[in-house]
C-alpha cells in the first residue's frame, strides 16, 4: 500500500498579526512533510483574497496548497475569474464545495450543488486542476436520507473529483461503512479521513452540532468531567485522536487531513505518534 497522504487545512487569517502567526504556525507544520496545506473559503467568496494570499505564502515557502472553492452565491463568470487567478499563480490543486449561505443572501448563485461546481472546473480547465470533494461518513446534516446523500457523493465524483475528504468523525466504523456503500457503487477514488483535534471541550461541542459530527456519549462525558482543566483535556483529546487515526490507517484508509484550526501543537503531536 502507498503511504499514507497526510495533508493540514488552514483558514485564511484576518489580521496582519494572525498572519504572522500563521506563517510560524506553517513553518512548524512544514516540519512534518504534509502533502499539501489547504486553506478554506468564506461563506460566499468572503475571503477569496485571504484565500488566495494564503495559499501564496505557502506556495512561495516551497510547499504545495490547495485553495478551497465555494460555488454557492457565485457565478459562472466570478468562479471562472476565480479558476483564472489561481491558474495564473501555478496552483494545481483545489478543493471544490457548495460551501454555506452568507448571512443576508437571498439566492444560491448559478451553481446549487457541489457537483455543478466540479463539472464546471472540468469543462473550463481540463485536467489542470487536481480536486478534491466533500464526503460526509456520519450524512450531511442537510441530507434527506443518508441513500440521498450517497447519491450527492457519487454525482461529485462522477463530475470528475480525483478524490475526497471526509467531514470529521470520531466514529471509525461510520468512516468504514461509507467507504465500504462507495465501492458498492463503484467509486474508487481515494476518500481521506478529515481528522479534528480535541483541545477545547466547548468549541469542539458547538463545531460539531453546527456541522452533524457526532461526539461518543463517553467521550462527552469524559471530556465534561475535566471542566476547566485544559491538560486533561488535551491529553485525552490525545489519546483518542490517536486511537482514532490508529485504526483508520490500519483498516486502509489511504490518508488524514487534519483540521489544525491555525494552531501547530496537536496536529504535531498527533502526528509524531503515527509516523
Given amino acids: 500500500m502507498d503511504a499514507p497522504n497526510f495533508s493540514i487545512e488552514f483558514f485564511p487569517p484576518k489580521t496582519a498579526e494572525s498572519a504572522e502567526k500563521l506563517r510560524a504556525t506553517r513553518a512548524q507544520l512544514s516540519e512534518l512533510h504534509p502533502r499539501y496545506f489547504s486553506v478554506t473559503f468564506g461563506a460566499g467568496g468572503s475571503t477569496q483574497q485571504g484565500t488566495l494570499d494564503t495559499v501564496r505564502d505557502i506556495m512561495a515557502a516551497g510547499e504545495q496548497a490547495a485553495p478551497h472553492l465555494s460555488c454557492v452565491g457565485g457565478t459562472r463568470e466570478s ?24 448571512s443576508g443572501y437571498g ?12 463539472e464546471f472546473i472540468r469543462a473550463e480547465t481540463g485536467d489542470w486542476f487536481h480536486i478534491e470533494v466533500a464526503a460526509y461518513p456520519e450524512v450531511h446534516p442537510q441530507a434527506r436520507s443518508p441513500q440521498d446523500d450517497l447519491l450527492a457523493f457519487e454525482r461529485k465524483v462522477k463530475a470528475g473529483a480525483d478524490a475526497a475528504i471526509t467531514q470529521y468523525f470520531y466514529n471509525a466504523d461510520a468512516y468504514f461503512q461509507f467507504v465500504e456503500q462507495t465501492a458498492r457503487l463503484g467509486i474508487d477514488v481515494p476518500i481521506v479521513a478529515g481528522i479534528m483535534p480535541i483541545t477545547n471541550y466547548t468549541q469542539l461541542m458547538r463545531f460539531s452540532d453546527m456541522c452533524g459530527a457526532e461526539i461518543p456519549r463517553w467521550v462527552r462525558l469524559k471530556l465534561a468531567s475535566f471542566g476547566d482543566d485544559s491538560a486533561s483535556i488535551k491529553a485525552f483529546g490525545l489519546d483518542v485522536v490517536t486511537a482514532l487515526c490508529e485504526r483508520l490507517l490500519a483498516g486502509g484508509a489511504p490518508g488524514l487531513h487534519f483540521y489544525s484550526m491555525n494552531q501547530a501543537a496537536a496536529t504535531t503531536a498527533l502526528w509524531q505518534r503515527l509516523v
Fill in 79 to 102: 468562479i471562472r475569474a476565480v479558476l483564472d487567478e489561481y491558474k495564473s499563480h501555478g496552483i494545481k490543486r483545489v478543493v471544490a464545495l457548495r460551501g454555506d449561505l452568507p
Fill in 107 to 118: 439566492a444560491s448563485g448559478q451553481f446549487r450543488y457541489a457537483n455543478e461546481l466540479v
